[in-house]
């Protein structure tokens, strides 16, 4: 049975990974009113969330001074894995929401809403790219991760594998 979690002004939201190039773990992460959040996330997940936000704050006033985001703890547990992420913006509180279903074939998914301030948005943009650009190189003929071996790339059918 899915739980809804309502995080209506999040005193904290993190992005991060844990593991080594290749293997990591991408998270996200949330406190309000003393109660955590973690999420599994996907790389491409952090990718878009990050694109969405810039081009939400691109038409918002200037946030002011950024917080200081924690990092995610080497031995976090996540509550639910992501599967649709969406993005609102809500003028009345001046709140950026983050919607997240769990991504499961339950017939009751959980849900979480995430209310964050245009600076923990801009921080957690800020954040998720340094995430997302610190894991392997990509290939430079199809964008997908290199590892040091190389990979069977698919722009040429698997003959040739392009290195590091």
């Known amino acids: 049975m899915g739980r809804d979690y309502n995080f209506a002004e999040a005193a904290f939201i993190s992005v991060g990974t844990i593991g080594e190039p290749g293997k ?7 406190e309000f009113l003393g109660e955590r959040l973690a999420l599994k996330v996907e790389k491409v997940q952090v990718a878009s969330l990050v694109q969405f936000i810039a081009q939400l704050l691109d038409d918002l006033p200037r946030p002011k001074e950024l917080p200081v985001l924690p990092s995610i703890p ?16 809500d003028e ?21 809403l995430i209310g964050i301030s245009r600076e923990q948005a801009a921080a957690l943009a800020i954040e998720g790219t340094r995430a997302v ?14 590892d040091p071996i190389g990979h ?9 594998a392009p290195n590091l």
């Open 24 to 30: 990591r773990v991408f998270f996200l992460w949330s």
């Open 92 to 112: 009345v509180r001046d709140l950026i929401i983050i919607e997240i279903d769990e991504a499961t074939t339950d017939d009751d998914p959980s849900t979480a």
């Open 133 to 146: 650009e610190g894991g392997r190189p990509p290939c430079p003929l199809c964008g997908y991760p290199l």
């Open 74 to 89: 080497e031995d976090l547990e996540y509550d639910f894995v992501a599967g649709s992420i969406a993005l609102a913006y």
């Open 152 to 160: 069977s790339c698919p722009r040429t059918n698997g003959h040739r």
